[in-house]
């Protein structure tokens, strides 16, 4: 089961996720086989980290519950909320995949959360399938309602990443800078 988990800072965490960087990507290693993509967020700035990203594919919502709540940050407290939830893998491959690679361009995570049910069930498709880098609908804890999509996207700015998604049907609209995470 693939599941989608974006960890946000609480204001004035970022010297604690500093004191914890360490922890954090030794916690991650135990999952590199899992993760089919992960990275920090960014405020407009492009600079200062505002969270972090995770889509991983887990056997279970207890074992993905597992992975959000214990991850050290979180437990630390430098996170303000948690938004996990299924999720599907429409591309079907990880980040690592992506025929742009991990640097070129303006990255960005794009999540639209309802009201209209069956919004963006299929990918796009031409020259934005080509910019996609993660695409899929958030669902229901029983896989079975969407609830949303996130998409991770490579776009000239914001308002280009916003427009992977479909103008009027979302009741809310997030757009985050974002870059490909991992250790270096």
Request: proline share 5%; hydrophobic share 40%; net charge negative.
């Amino acid at each position: 089961m693939e599941f989608f988990c974006f960890h946000r800072d609480r204001v004035g965490s970022l010297r604690l996720r500093e004191e914890l960087g360490e922890a954090h990507w030794a916690y991650m290693d135990q999952y590199e086989a899992e993760l089919i993509a992960r990275g920090p967020t960014f405020a407009d700035d492009g600079e200062t980290p505002t969270g972090s990203v995770h889509i991983v594919d887990l056997p279970d919502s207890a074992a993905a519950r597992a992975f959000a709540f214990d991850e050290p940050n979180y437990q630390a407290g430098a996170y303000r909320d948690v938004l996990l939830r299924r999720w599907r893998n429409l591309l079907g491959r990880t980040m690592w995949d992506f025929p742009g690679g991990p640097t070129t361009g303006n990255r960005y995570l794009v999540i639209g959360l309802g009201p209209d049910p069956a919004t963006d069930l299929d990918v796009p498709s031409g020259a934005a399938r080509d910019e996609l880098i993660a695409y899929g609908p958030l669902l229901s804890d029983d896989g079975e309602a969407w609830v949303g999509t996130a998409v991770l996207v490579r776009a000239s700015d914001a308002e280009g990443a916003r427009g992977v998604l479909v103008e009027g049907r979302y009741a809310d609209v997030e757009v985050w800078a974002w870059e490909f995470g991992g250790r270096r």
